[in-house]
């Protein structure tokens, strides 16, 4: 299987910026998303990267190291409705499936 | 064009029930996954369709099945339910869109609750 950590908690000020890591051990990578997911609710799509580097999409971006087995979400100038949980997903090769990380609780207080 | 739709979004049964779940995927997907979630296991993989042909299984005992129809349609059934069985069951669409690149979209899920 694939060993996908990321920290459980993390608590910003509206406004600021938060980095969300995520670290994966995995042989046949072929690819990593991240989820936003509200509470009660499903979790919605934000990136997927699979070649290095940093994607920005707005006020979120995501990097990825392949050779480090490492990603990150970057959330800038955050908003309380970005209080939720980010979920790190894992494809595989020929796997069809998504490994999910446990996920990371963003609390943005005012 | 519209998102996965699942039905029913809520449910209330009774342990040793049955029950069936619906997925629609995305208009041009072919793959459906689906995932269980609770608190305290996360999202965990149940089964991958594609095609009508199952390409991948998680680790989950028999009692959960499911099947693809020719127009995509997906649903999964669980038999003989258990206490444990109460999750939100989501239903995920996903396709090849250019080379390399993979979406994958979750539907709003079912909430089951098992009593």
């Known amino acids: 299987g694939q060993n996908i950590d990321q920290p459980t908690e993390m608590t910003a000020t509206e406004g600021a910026i938060v980095q969300i890591n995520c670290t994966y051990q995995t042989s046949g990578f072929n690819g990593l998303f991240w989820y936003q997911q509200h509470a009660g609710e499903a979790p919605t799509f934000l990136s997927y990267n699979v070649l290095d580097g940093l994607e920005e999409k707005g006020r979120f971006s995501s990097f990825l190291s392949r050779s480090k087995g490492y990603s990150y979400l970057l959330l800038k100038e955050l908003q309380m409705k970005d209080s939720a949980s980010y979920l790190c997903a894992v494809r595989v090769i020929n796997d069809y499936k998504l490994s999910f990380g446990a996920g990371t609780t963003v609390t943005v207080r005012a | 064009k519209a998102g996965v739709t699942q039905t029913p979004r809520y449910l209330i049964k009774t342990r040793g029930q049955q029950v069936t779940l619906s997925c629609s995927p995305i208009?041009?997907?072919?793959?459906v996954s689906w995932y269980q979630q609770t608190p305290g296991q996360g999202l965990q993989f149940l089964f991958e369709?594609?095609?009508?042909?199952?390409?991948n299984k998680g680790n989950f005992p028999g009692r959960f099945s499911g099947r693809q129809f020719s127009n995509s349609r997906s649903e999964m059934n669980v038999s003989t339910l258990e206490l444990g069985d109460s999750a939100l069951y989501l239903c995920?669409?996903?396709?090849?869109?250019?080379?390399?690149?993979?979406?994958?979209?979750f539907g709003p899920g079912t909430r089951l609750t098992v009593t």
């Open positions: 995920a669409s996903s396709s090849v869109v250019e080379q390399g690149q993979y979406e994958q979209y």
């Open positions: 369709y594609f095609s009508e042909t199952q390409r």
């Open positions: 208009s041009g997907h072919r793959s």
